[in-house]
């Protein structure tokens, strides 16, 4: 027994020289504290280390480490955060690729300021801008920080301009960006086609800021049609026949003309040699746009004479503060309405939804809903004259069919004035606009899907989300679209265009936007599968299998050899069994 009684304080005695220093002497056969302090502090950091380790165990398990959300304020400001974060890094890369396409011109009539050192007798400065004056590459004009003795000093954008070349490859096949949120990873829109390039000639856009007591004379071609002037006072801006501004924007100016001499029409976009058709002024997108600009004139010149002239200043033409916004923020727009050059302010602004990206005054907001209205009145007439005709059809009436758009009844007996009638309720079904009208109409939504579908090959998604939406907006005026035609007779497609915008909301992690399009195009055409595939890729990235799974299913069943639709659908069922088996363990 005593034995074992001495036994146990000896192991313990062993274990406690394992984990402390032996107390061995130090100098003069003094004890090595300090070895023993370093030991204590390690046990010390160490028990501390493990009970913060115990802790954030805790935390997470209980939801509070921070990693998820405690409330649903705490949530909305955290997606507000992320937001914000999100739009400040596309502004900073759109500014980016701004400043490496942008060539500024700072001070080419003399710095601002020193106007005054200048004599009367100067003979008046002209610089010309020519391609020499920019480097490779750059293609918007930024003419900034000048000032001359007086409006006899000009600058000139010369028709040298017009020749600047900017290569663009039609169906560019390079590797598109990648987004955290994609829920789409391979899409082609298009038929894939010959790798093409194509040159488009010209100055992209041009920006006149803080200029004073000059001329600028506006001979180049203008790619966007659009130049803007911010903080200038006593200019003229005179827009020559080979230039091609369509639209201008003015803000917080002073003692402004500007003059469009034979310039051509946006639509109209002059070639050496052929003369102009359409005047600026002639088509509704012809505008100049205005805020806080004091006594600006306004003046269309055809063969040297003033056709037309208007006098704009914000105060006189009744410009409100409004919220927040000051009096000269407030947005007002000139152009030529029924052969008279006049000024409106603007009620809606434009935006990239699709449903307000034109901005628009009063008076086209209200002419957009008598079209509409006009436009759907037609066409529950020709619904009712169809019933009509089928009725007497089932009397013993010839039924036979004219054109795809509309079905024309003719009894075999009737004479030649009753078939003209007939004929001309169905004109009118479309009575409300002309047929050039809609070609043209058209013709614009057809080129924009085209140059949207040119921005998704390359991974410009952004850009191709806005000129799907111009595209869309712009359909939006022809005939049918408030009660749409079957999916195979539509004006335009739009089915295509919105499955098209919904590929790009995906490829942004704009789940819910992507889900509204793709259902969008589904109502008007159920036969769209790859709209159907997109609202179930929209579905599956929120997270909502248990939608997102039948979706699937049915575009797979539609497409049984598409892989993309296959592995979705693979996806999500793994998904919804993971979710499945967490419930159940809860």
């Known amino acids: 027994m005593a ?10 005695a062993a274990t406690t020289t394992t984990t402390m220093p032996s107390a061995r002497p130090g100098k003069a056969g003094r004890i090595d504290y300090d070895a023993w302090q370093k ?8 028990a501390d280390e493990e009970d913060q380790a115990e802790e954030a165990e805790s935390k997470a398990a209980l939801g509070l480490d921070g990693k998820y959300a405690q409330s649903k304020a705490e949530k909305e400001e955290r997606q507000k955060a992320k937001d914000i974060l999100k739009a400040k890094k596309a502004l900073e890369n759109y500014q980016k690729r701004e400043t490496a396409i942008n060539e500024g011109l700072k001070g080419l009539l ?20 020519t391609r020499d004056m920019l480097d490779a590459g750059k293609r918007v004009v930024t003419i900034s920080d000048t000032s001359g003795a007086s409006q006899a000093d000009t600058i000139v954008l010369t028709s040298d301009l017009s020749l600047l070349e900017s290569k663009m490859k039609a169906n560019a096949m390079q590797q598109p960006k990648q987004y955290p949120d994609d829920a789409e990873n391979a899409v082609k829109e298009e038929p894939e086609a010959e790798q093409k390039t194509r040159s488009i000639f010209g100055v992209i856009k041009c920006f006149i800021t803080n200029v004073h007591n000059c001329t600028i004379l506006l001979k180049c071609k203008f790619i966007t049609g659009h130049i803007e002037l911010s903080h200038c006072s006593n200019v003229v801006v005179r827009v020559e026949k080979d230039s091609t501004v369509a639209t201008v924007q003015a803000d917080l100016c002073e003692d402004l003309t500007i003059e ?8 109209n976009s002059p070639r050496p040699g052929l003369p102009t058709s359409v005047y600026w002024g002639e088509d509704k997108e012809d505008r100049i746009f205005h805020a806080g600009v004091k006594n600006m004139r306004v003046k269309v010149l055809r063969d040297g004479f003033v056709e037309h002239e208007r006098l704009c200043d914000y105060e006189a033409d009744g410009a409100k503060a409004i919220g927040n916004a000051s009096e000269k923020e407030f947005q007002f727009v000139t152009s030529i309405v029924n052969d008279e050059l006049v000024t409106e302010s603007v009620v809606r602004e434009g935006g990239t939804t699709g449903e307000n990206v034109r901005a628009m005054t009063e008076r086209e907001l209200k002419e957009s809903k008598e079209m509409r209205e006009k436009a759907a009145k037609m066409a529950i007439g020709m619904a009712e004259n169809m019933i009509k005709f089928k009725e007497k059809g089932q009397d013993g009436l010839k039924v036979t069919k004219s054109q795809p758009e509309v079905v024309e009844t003719v009894a075999a007996d009737e004479n030649d004035d009753e078939k003209e009638e007939e004929e001309e309720e169905i004109e009118e079904v479309y009575g409300s606009m002309s047929k050039e009208t809609i070609d043209r109409i058209i013709k614009e939504c057809e080129t924009n899907k085209a140059r949207g579908n040119e921005a998704f090959g390359t991974g410009e998604y952004a850009q191709a989300i806005l000129l799907y939406s111009l595209a869309l907006d712009k359909a939006e005026e022809l005939p049918d679209a408030k009660d749409p035609l079957p999916a195979e007779k539509q004006l ?3 089915d295509v265009t919105l499955s098209n915008r919904a590929a790009c909301f995906l490829k942004m992690g704009d789940h819910e936007k992507a889900l ?3 259902q969008k195009a589904r109502e008007i055409n159920p036969q769209n599968i790859k709209a159907l595939f997109r609202q179930g890729l929209a579905l599956h990235a929120m997270k909502r299998y248990e939608e997102a799974l039948p979706i699937l299913a049915e575009a797979h069943k539609q497409q ?15 998904r919804m069994t993971q979710e499945m088996r967490k419930r159940m363990a809860g």
């Open 260 to 267: 469009f001499r034979d310039a051509p029409s946006g639509k």
């Open 492 to 494: 335009f497609p739009r």
């Open 39 to 46: 030991k204590t502090n390690q046990l010390l950091n160490d």
């Open 110 to 129: 003399g710095p601002v300021g020193e106007e005054e050192t200048k004599s009367a007798d100067d003979a008046p400065k002209i610089v010309r801008v």
């Open 516 to 518: 509204k399009d793709g």
């Open 560 to 574: 049984p050899k598409n892989k993309q639709i296959k592995e979705a659908l693979q996806f999500a069922e793994v």
């Open 3 to 12: 034995a074992e009684t001495n036994s146990k304080p000896e192991e313990e």
